[in-house]
């Protein structure tokens, strides 16, 4: 009854836990710790296992150049283990784990961590910890990948018992996840070039000029601040399904009612205006745009992920801010027009112009104004657009049961026309975030299964202790379902069906199927 | 366009308080825990000169590094730049100097208010700023010190803004209603008279 089917044999976890293999861009070089030629592997056998009652040493790698350092270090953080930091204390730090570094206990049971470095070896971000303290990790980092370079290939990825070390070279950032999660390499390297745009989306692609004309540039005097936009992609990244299936999520709205809120926004024009967005929560209710410049999905993700990254935002006031959206331009800002008209309700208006924001206030007065017009809305004549979005935001998506699809306990559609994706909300099974996570997980390999280079499946059917999945790829959509562990086969194909067929029902409230453009 | 009579903006390093300040002057608050400004926020609000309505508009900029270089767009054409730096920090004013000098060569017509914050957390009395107040006489700018936990200076800056505002529009020389930094002058220091921003 239960099993795995389709179980490709190069993704399964070495059962030893002890054995290290370097996979590097030409499949061709695996470095074996057993071959007594490979001292980086033996090296790395050594050091990079990260048991929990092991610590993270990764000293020999890079001996020579760090012993002192290292050494200085300990000292350093040996009273530091001894004497926790008081709570008061760690909160002026303002981030929750930043008094950490590879030497305390407890930083190496985070189960994902995430570094950026310079190709130099300076330290850019460290997910847990402080970058500063972690200086010596991050040399280790570099030496690795340099150690690579020189053969003129790219490291990519490294097993090291339970955890994975994938890193990623762009431009003159390099960036590393370091994981026990199980998530295909393919995805994590996808989670570092997001971490990688919004860094651009920052500090734009002028970076790489910083670091060609001075490579030993500290880019973290200009990235100030700006770890909480970091760390909430992280988090977000774990289980928002935007970033894996790289598509836009839409706040379910009466058909009617998009279109009347996409009507307001395009009468609200500027010359100056390039896109008008707004947002509830994580989702999209519309967006207006140029006819020729389509706003990427990677784009939109930053926006969003701006967006809820900052409370500042929040003040009230109306923010005016550069904002560089990489897909579209990355070597140039947009001047983005951001102002919370409702407490969860967000609108950006942004432009090409750095003088047009007083412009770009009286647009959201009309847009405001126009949103608040009562009987505007469908719910009677004393409720405004306004309260549609509101009402829809408070009571996100559906229930699955809407769909009455026997055994359905879970879906994700994406259409592969619009880079629109919709799902139900979460409920029972899955009503706590530990099995919101796990339910993400299967998912991700699932995904996994059917986008794989060499193995992907147009149809995969995989039954497991607690449910069976279903992955449907097709040249129009993408269609994964999560039914009961006991539904046969035959019953989870035709529950797709029915799903299908509810999709196409309510498409026009799930969705934006006509994007609407100036 | 707008409906503003004063532009003022608010430059100096990050976390000198420039949130804070506009929170109390705007709002009559104080939040303790502010995070980073991301670029600028703007927020106006009306005063009241001798019966007459003056508005003036906000401009609270971030003052992480990164946002330097874009800064000309949030001061250009202010008539009032508060440059702020923290009593319990004295370091900061360093940045102070940068900020007026860059004013100085691109805006010409701004008053510079040189605003201390955090005045709550140090005997102001006390500190050693015998050169800042030369500073401030030199570059013809006012001194102020704020508190934006007890609400101490802050409206005394905005209402000195707006009737320097009013006072210049009657004059019927200057019809522009810029404040010229180099009539009136006063250097003011130490602890304001406690006038609560209600």
Known sequence: MSGLVDLPADDLQDPFGEEVHIKRKSNATFIDSDTDDSNLARDLKDSLVLDENKDLNVSSVIESDTAAEEEDRRKRNSSFVEQPLPPEIEETFGRKYSHEDSSHPNWVKHKKHVFALSLAGKPIYSRYGDEQNLAPFMGALTAMVSFVQVMDDNLRYVVAGAHRFAFLVRGSIILVSVSRTDEPTAQITSQLNYIYSQIISILTAGVNQIFSRKPNFDLRSLLGGADRFIDSLNTLMDHDFSFLLNSIHCLKLPPQTRASIAQVLQQAQHTDLLYSIMIAGHQLINLVRPKKYVLQPADLHLVINFVHASTALRNGNENWTPLCLPKFNDTGFLHAYVCFIAPDVCLLLLSTKQECFFELSSCKGMITQGLNVKGAGSLGPNFSLMDDILKAYENPDYSVSELGVPGLLHFVYRSKGTLQYTCPRFETPYNTSKEQKRLYRMYQRVHRRTHGLKLAHKVYYQVSQLETFLGWVTAGFELFAVFGPLDTKSMCIKGCNDILKWIKNEENSIMIINSPVW | ?198
């Open chain 2, 1 to 198: 366009m707008s409906k503003v009579d004063v532009k003022v903006v608010l430059l100096g390093k990050h976390s000198v308080g420039k949130t804070c300040l506009v929170e109390r002057f705007l709002r009559g608050k104080f939040k303790e825990n502010t995070v980073a400004t991301v670029g600028a926020a703007f927020g106006a609000k009306k005063m009241d000169v001798n019966g007459r309505e003056v508005t003036i508009g906000v401009w609270d900029t971030a003052g992480q590094d990164r946002y330097e270089s874009m800064s000309r767009i949030y001061y250009r054409s202010a008539k009032a730049a508060l440059v702020c730096y923290d009593l319990t920090d004295l370091q900061s004013f360093e940045k102070v100097k940068l900020w007026v000098d860059e004013l100085q060569q691109n805006e010409e017509e701004c008053a510079i208010y040189i605003v201390g914050t955090k005045s709550d957390g140090v005997d102001v009395g006390a500190l050693p700023r015998r050169d800042m107040q030369e500073y401030a006489k030199q570059i013809n700018g006012f001194m102020f010190d704020t508190s934006a936990k007890s609400g101490d200076g802050i409206e005394e800056i905005f209402q000195h803004i707006a009737e320097a505002h009013v006072n210049k529009e009657q004059a019927p020389s200057d019809k522009s209603g810029r404040i010229n930094p180099g009539e009136g002058r006063r250097t003011k220091s130490g602890g304001c008279c406690g006038g609560s921003a209600e």
